[in-house]
Structure formats: structure tokens, C-alpha cells
């Protein structure tokens, strides 16, 4: 394949913004893959090599994620940068294909978020535009809110430089600098619902309605438009919080408005005391802000709980039971 030079100063232009954003160090996610091995390789060129850590995590899946892992790890000690590898604290089972994806997830993540704190970094991915169009698909088909169709455009702390470029784009980057990656197998695994969209769902409606991948970034990107509004509104709300662990809002203010409202206000609102409302907790909690009386609580997912006070209403963490 023809390297497009374009691909890859396009590529570069966002890696030197990317170092240019803020201080101190940035925590690259680097998988072994094609998309974090081109984000690694233009960052290495763009950004100072005392400012680059690279975080790389081993799901234990077999041979080609201890590849992956390994080729990040020679790649970063080739380039004289510091490499941080995480592994699976158990086995994810593989053919549980309604928890695999999520599992993943959560342990990387989690090892990612305290790498981070543990070395002071700010966290970069290497998200496509293409992951973001199969984001929102995925959230559509699971009937997600505005909030949730912002998909990977959502406001984050995750830096996403790669967000406004292609899969093709990444590719060609790679022919052209002749980057070495690892192919994961599971990529092509169809029990699992990205894979089936990417390689199946969107084609065949692509195929049907051209054009249907670029409204579905338009819905993601107007979404974002809405929550970044919405998260404005919601930072008016001064929240208290205690040497315990109690974070409150004032009910007052909260009660004028409808329950409409409220579902909409309590996800970024609690999203500041460290709570991730799902739906059902969300509709929940809309209604008790009315409708509660004081010295009542309710229950939300994550071992969180909600009480209210005379004047306020108060997120706490409740305690294991022995």
C-alpha cells in the first residue's frame, strides 16, 4: 500500500498539539495495536521524551496479547522512555460474551487511572474517528440518552488526539513509517457486539444509506454540544463535602425543578461526588429529590447511598457489612 504523507503529518499535527495542551508528563495507552502504535511513534517525534510515559496492559489472553505487551515494552526501551506494564489480575473467561468486553475494560481502566496517579501523568488514547462512529452506534442500539450518544466526543480528563482521524488514516501512517504492530485475534471475534458492528451492522447500513457513519458522528457531536451545556448548568450547585466522605447539594434548589429535569441534572451533578448514575438510579433519585422526606434514603447502584436532611441531599458510600 502507497504511504499518503498526508496521513501522517495529519497524525503528527495532533500529537504536537496534544504536548502542547498542558504540563507535565502524558501517560500514553499503548496496546501493541495499530492505532496506539502510530499515536506512540508520532509522539515520539512530537513531544519531548522526558514529558512521555507508556502504560500497556496484558488482558492474559494468550500469545498475542503477551506479544503486544512485549513489542510496546521493547518499543518504549528502543526510544529510552519509561514503560509501565499492568496485567490481568484474573482471567477474563472468553467465551462469556456478554461480560468479556466489559471486564476488559474495567481492569484497563482501572490499571490505567492509577498508573496515572502513581506517576503524575495526564492519560492520552488512541480512540479513531471510527471507534467514535461505532461508539454512538453501539449507544443507539442500547437506546442511551443525549448524554450517553456524546459517546468518546464526551468532556474527559482522557485526552483523545486521534479522534478526529480515520482508521484508513492510521494505516497509511503505518505503511508509510513502517510501524510494527500486533494484530489482536479477537478482533475479528463476532460474539462480541463492537466487532459485529464494525464488520457487519455499520457496512450493511453504510452500504444501504451512504453517509449513515457521518450522521452518526453529527449526533455524537451535538450530544457533546448538549452535555457540555448541561455539565455548565449542573457547576452552578455548590456541593459540600465532609472530612468523612459526605458529599451533599442543597435540596431547595433542586426541588423546583420537574422530574424531566432532574434526570438530566443528576447524572453530571452526582458524576462530582464520584457516583456513575444508571438509568434506573437516575429516575430514582429524580423522584425522591421531590417526593422524599427527610431522614429517608435510597439505594443506588455501586454501594452508594442517598439520604436526605433537612435542607440537603447526601451521597455516601455505604460501609461493608461484616
Known amino acids: 500500500m502507497k504511504g499518503d504523507v498526508g496521513s501522517v503529518e495529519r497524525v503528527r499535527a495532533r500529537l504536537a498539539a496534544l504536548g502542547l495542551a498542558c504540563e507535565g508528563p502524558w501517560l500514553l495507552a499503548v496496546s501493541g495495536g495499530a492505532d496506539s502504535m502510530v499515536m506512540l511513534d508520532a509522539a515520539l517525534d512530537t513531544i519531548r521524551a522526558p514529558d512521555l510515559i507508556v502504560a500497556t496492559f496484558d488482558h492474559g489472553t494468550g500469545p498475542s496479547a503477551a506479544a503486544a505487551a512485549a513489542l ?51 492519560v492520552a488514547t488512541a480512540h479513531t474517528r471510527d471507534d467514535q462512529i461505532e461508539t454512538v452506534f453501539m449507544r443507539v442500539l ?52 463492537r466487532n459485529r458492528v464494525r464488520l457487519d451492522l455499520l457496512p450493511a447500513v453504510e452500504a444501504r444509506s451512504p453517509g449513515f457513519g457521518l450522521e452518526l458522528l453529527n449526533i455524537g457531536c451535538r450530544a457533546a454540544d448538549w452535555r457540555a451545556q448541561i455539565e455548565a448548568v449542573a457547576l452552578t450547585f455548590h456541593m459540600m463535602t465532609d472530612n ?41 433519585l429524580a423522584k425522591f429529590t421531590i417526593e422524599g422526606e427527610t431522614g429517608q434514603a435510597v439505594q443506588l447502584a455501586g454501594g452508594i447511598e442517598v439520604t436526605l436532611s433537612r435542607e440537603a441531599i447526601n451521597f455516601r458510600q455505604r460501609s461493608p457489612r461484616g
Open 72 to 122: 510496546v515494552q521493547q518499543t518504549a526501551a528502543s526510544a529510552g522512555i519509561r514503560c509501565v506494564r499492568g496485567s490481568a489480575s484474573r482471567p477474563v473467561n472468553s467465551r462469556d460474551t456478554r461480560g468479556t468486553e466489559a471486564e476488559w475494560r474495567m481492569q484497563r481502566w482501572k490499571f490505567l487511572t492509577q498508573t496515572a496517579a502513581q506517576v503524575g501523568a495526564h
Open 142 to 193: 442500547r437506546g442511551a440518552g443525549a448524554r450517553g450518544l456524546a459517546g468518546l466526543g464526551a468532556s474527559s480528563p482522557i485526552a483523545r488526539p486521534l479522534l478526529d482521524i480515520t482508521r484508513a488514516d492510521v494505516l497509511s501512517y503505518a505503511s508509510e513509517r513502517h510501524i510494527t504492530f500486533v494484530t489482536d485475534p479477537s478482533n475479528a471475534d463476532r460474539r462480541h457486539l
Open 244 to 284: 468523612a466522605g459526605l458529599h451533599s447539594f442543597a435540596r431547595p434548589p433542586l426541588r423546583v425543578f420537574p422530574v424531566a429535569s432532574l434526570r438530566v441534572l443528576w447524572p453530571p451533578l452526582a458524576a462530582r461526588a464520584g457516583v456513575i448514575m444508571d438509568r434506573r438510579g437516575t429516575e430514582r
